[in-house]
């Protein structure tokens, strides 16, 4: 039993920021990647920041110099800052993690989502 869990959604101004958090609970060996996608209406999911344990990271083009991924490895737990926020961001933001959990009667990797949550930037 492996959930992640989203919070810091909601409205921002254009121009404005957000921080959203992940939090991974359950029957946790460890967590490898972990990071956040994201869904606009009409639109696919993306890939918006991904990061690993071994702290490389990677970026959408279209957030670099905005956004900003971190993790608390002690904790289960990742952060998107994101900052100078555009209309375009609006979306269901999803967190992801590749997670070695433990599964009777040992450990296998887990791909595991959030249920989302929404940031709506307008005006």
């Known amino acids: 039993q492996v959930q992640l869990v989203e919070s810091g959604g909601g409205l921002a101004q254009p121009g404005g920021s957000l921080r959203l958090s992940c939090a991974a609970s359950?029957?946790?060996?460890?967590?490898?990647?972990m990071g956040w996608y994201r869904q606009a209406p009409g639109k696919e999911r993306e890939l918006v920041a991904m990061?690993?344990?071994?702290?490389?990271?990677n970026y959408a083009d279209s957030v670099k110099g905005r956004f900003t991924i971190s993790r608390d490895d002690a904790e289960n737990t990742v952060y998107l800052q994101m900052n100078s926020l555009k209309p375009e961001d609006t979306a269901v933001y999803y967190c992801?993690?590749?997670?070695?959990?433990?599964?009777?009667?040992?450990?296998?990797?887990?791909?595991?989502w959030g249920p989302g949550t929404l940031v709506t930037v307008s005006s």
């Open positions: 990061t690993t344990s071994g702290t490389s990271t």
């Open positions: 359950g029957s946790i060996f460890r967590i490898d990647d």
């Open positions: 992801y993690a590749q997670i070695l959990a433990a599964v009777f009667p040992g450990k296998r990797y887990l791909e595991v």
